[in-house]
Every structure is written in C-alpha cells, then in structure tokens.
C-alpha cells in the first residue's frame, strides 16, 4: 500500500512539473533528451520581411531566449543578457547585467551608453519626461568622468566600424529555411546580430551631439575605406622623425571570393598605413608605397566590366585603387601570374604596371630600403 501511495504521488509531481513547465514555455518544444539543444520557438519567417511585425516580435523572442539560457561562465552570462534584457525592454534587469559585468571587470565604464540608455527609458517611463532630454542628462554626465582613451572608444560607434552584414546573412539564411520555429542557438545568435544592428544605430544618433570630433577618427590620407581611419590617442611618447623617408612594400596575395561585396582587406590594409603614417606627423612628400600583386590578388584589380562578368558584382575596390593611385602609390603585378591566370592589362583597372616576375619587383625594392608589409 506504502509502495502504490509514494509511486502515485511521484506520478502526480511529475504530471503536474509537466504541466507547469508547458504553461509557462509558450510556443516552445523541447526534446526531453535534450531540453537545451532541441528546444523551438515559434517564430513566424513573415517576421523577418515585415520590420514591423519583427520589432513587436523581438521583446517576446528575448524574454524566451533568456528563460532557456544558461552559460557557466557568468561573467559570459550576464553580457549576453544585456542585449536580451534591452531587447526585452527589461531595462532594471539590464542594469543589473551592467553593473554585474563592471564588478567583475572592476571597471565603471563598461557599457555606459547602456547604462544611460536604459536609465533615461526608465525615466521616460516614470516621469513621462522626455527620453532624448534623460539620455543626453546620463549620457553626459558619463562621458565626462571617461579617460580620453575611453572617450575615443566610445567615439567609434559613431564610425563606420557598424556594419549590419552579420545581421542580414543571418536574417537571409533563416528566410531561405522557410521555417516558422527556432532553435535556441539561432534565437539567441538573432536577438545578438539584431540588437547590434538596430540598437546601436540608435545610439549613434543619439550620441553623435554629445561626442566632441577630437575623440572621433581621422582619415588623413585615404578615405574609402570605413576601417582605415586613424584613432585619436594622447600623451604620445614615441614619435617618428617627420624628416625621415618611409617607403613601404606591400605584397598582396589573397582574394576571397566570399568577400567579393567587400573591399579586399590587404588592399585596406595599404590605406590604413598611409593613414597612420601621416596621423603621426610624416609629411606626405616623405611617404612612399609600392604594392605588388600576384596570384588571387590580381582579382583585386578587374575592371568593373570584367569583375561583374567573373562576380556578379560590381567591384568594390575600384574608388579605393583609384585614390591610391593618385596618393603616389605605385601598383605592379606579376607578369607570370598573369600568363597562369589567362589576364590581359586590359582586363584590369587602368594605371596599374606590370613586371616580369613579382619575386624581383620584391627583392629589388628592399634593397632600396623599402620596408615589407
């Protein structure tokens, strides 16, 4: 009797947790092997096309998110529920997130444009005052006890550091799976690229008025390339002699075809030198550059006919070889690559030069004291 009294109340705990947990997951199934891994939300992929319908969908996707999310590592844990609680407009929680990561880090200054952000929310909400007027108050106030160098970080928001391109692959690979469900990892990895594309936009804005230019980047050189510029740093102890000739030899290589849409990063990489040497006080008559292309690289130079035949696309690296070469820099490729990858000069952007062989272009420039990069 003892035996059938206990085997029925455990029967009836179990149904009634059974029940409990099913009332409470809304739109979410989970595989009992694997209550982690194997879990859904019901999220309709109409949502990812009406931005409308998605904005009012995200806080209820977050709040699910962060009712299955566990991380060891709490100091991992509570940075990823920042985004999650913001999303969920859960702006008391976020707070506690912040100030939950700034003792761990012992630093005040993490995420105090969250901070301020969710502090003038909350003020809006109780007051009705005016969220703009809260932000700029919180904001400032801030901002003001920042190191520069801590200005100058917070300034790069404002640049073109943000992209939105991890966001729209995700949102376009889930579009193309036709699903109306997610699994935890794809809801938590959407609710992050979704936050960093459209909460930090707002930001920007709301910022951009209250961040003085001397904290933001220069592009003293070359400026078609949004990651090339140059950050503002003080108290400099090192400085290079401005009288001094620097040459620089580049060696590019690499083309990747998944990055067609993006300017080649070896290629940036020759702007961002530039920047950097003039940022530094080094006269631009006293800068020289010789970049040396071969094997996939060449793909870097199609002309835009060409590279929109081969890719699809027009070529992204057109304006930055263009302004390139007025800088003074001197372009040169490989007379063998070319033969093995079937390429006339006329196939390439104009003004570039050709040699019998990269290797001798390379070696003879070093002897002339050109340095490699």
Excluded at 61 to 83: G, M, P, W
Excluded at 136 to 144: D, I, P
Excluded at 261 to 274: M, P, Q, T
Excluded at 351 to 370: C, D, E, H, P, W
Aim: charged share 25%; net charge positive.
């Amino acid at each position: 009797m003892r035996k059938f009294f206990f085997s029925a109340v455990i029967a009836m705990a179990t149904a009634i947790a059974a029940l409990s947990q099913s009332s409470t997951a809304t739109n979410l199934t989970a595989n009992p092997k694997d209550s982690t891994s194997n879990q859904k939300f019901y999220f309709p992929v109409a949502n990812y096309s009406d931005s409308e319908a998605l904005n009012k969908a995200m806080p209820r996707l977050a709040e699910q998110v962060l009712a299955n999310y566990h991380e060891t590592n709490k100091r991992t844990y509570f940075d990823n529920c920042i985004s999650y609680y913001l999303l969920s407009e859960n702006y008391s929680k976020t707070l506690e997130m912040v100030d939950s990561v700034q003792k761990i880090d012992d630093d005040k200054s993490y995420d105090v444009e969250v901070t301020s952000y969710a502090l003038a929310k909350i003020s809006e909400k109780r007051s009705q005052a005016s969220f703009g007027d809260a932000f700029k108050t919180e904001f400032s106030k801030r901002f003001n006890q920042l190191s520069f160098a801590k200005k100058a970080n917070l300034a790069t928001i404002d640049s073109p550091w943000l992209s939105d391109k991890d966001y729209t692959s995700l949102q376009q690979k889930l579009i193309n799976s036709n699903k109306d469900s997610l699994n935890l990892d794809d809801a938590r990895s959407f609710c992050e690229k979704y936050f960093n594309y459209s909460f930090y936009k707002k930001l920007m804005f709301l910022m951009r008025p209250l961040i003085d230019n001397k904290y933001r980047q220069t592009f003293p050189a070359i400026k078609a390339v949004n990651w090339a510029g140059v950050i503002p740093v003080e108290h400099i102890d090192e400085i290079p002699d401005p009288n001094m000739h620097y040459n620089m030899l580049f060696e590019l290589t690499w083309f990747d075809t998944a990055a067609k849409k993006e300017i080649n990063g070896g290629l940036g990489n020759v702007a961002r030198e530039l920047n950097l040497h003039e940022a530094n006080g080094i006269p631009r008559k006293n800068i020289g550059a010789v970049a040396v292309i071969h094997a996939d690289g060449l793909y870097i130079l199609l002309s835009n006919e060409k590279y929109k035949r081969k890719y699809g696309v027009d070529n992204p690296n057109i304006p930055l070889i263009k302004e390139l070469q007025t800088y003074g820099v001197r372009m040169i490729v490989c007379g063998q690559a070319m033969t093995f990858y079937r390429l006339e000069m006329e196939d390439l952007v104009p003004g570039i030069k050709k040699a019998l062989t990269a290797q001798t272009v390379l070696s003879s420039y070093r002897l002339k004291n050109y340095v490699r990069f």
